[in-house]
């Protein structure tokens, strides 16, 4: 009887997968949803324009509480002068601000670029370093800016969760929380290894694009048959990439 018990048990959980602790989803449904994304954009780019790791880190400073967009415009001619903390910091802090001024608290923005420059030839060598603990320490920079730095100049698979992420996490209950470092510890612990590379990029384009703040695009939705969000602003379509085999 008992052995009858655990057979049925387990045939239960295999027609009924239990969901990931503190999502809406199976692993098998996270492992599906980030399958699609890789197919939908197989190499995610940010779209933040620079030419080494220091304008990255430059580039991510400028863009808090401002679009990418109005960063690499004013950027473009910026960088071109003064690629290296070296130059930046002989740009000084009035000259700089010339060049951001169309970049929302461009007159803070300019004081942590020339501090951050500052430390980096003092305490780095003038090398954007490729350790989180020494990237918090530089002015301006905070857990977000170096995620970004990590993963795109550094290729490590960190998380930098900005507010389309924690958007998504929370609407269609991928990794619920109120903090983008609680959203971060979630995702961090469900995305499957293969995928967590891009993960962030795939996340963040997706949330630009798609599943937008104020009207969800569904209809253009990859993952709009898996997703568990409580409101949808459509039917849901059939999956727009191939499915799994």
Known sequence: MKNAKVKLSEAVARKHPARVAGTLYT???I???FRRFSVQRPEPKGELEHVNAFTLLVA????AQATDAGVNKATRTLFKIADTPEKMLALGEETLGGYIRTIGLWRNKAKNVIA??????RDHGGVVPGDRDALVKLPGVGRKTANVVLNMAFGQPTMAVDT?????GNRIGLAPGKTPDQVEKMLLRVVPDEYLLHAHHWLILHGRYVCKARKPECEKC????LCKAAVKTCDIPAPLVPLAA
């Open 27 to 29: 692993k098998q449904e």
């Open 31 to 33: 492992h599906e949803i």
């Open 60 to 63: 991510v400073v400028l863009s």
């Open 116 to 121: 951050l420059s500052e430390a980096l030839i």
């Open 164 to 168: 389309h992420i924690l958007r998504i």
């Open 222 to 225: 990859v993952i709009a048959d």
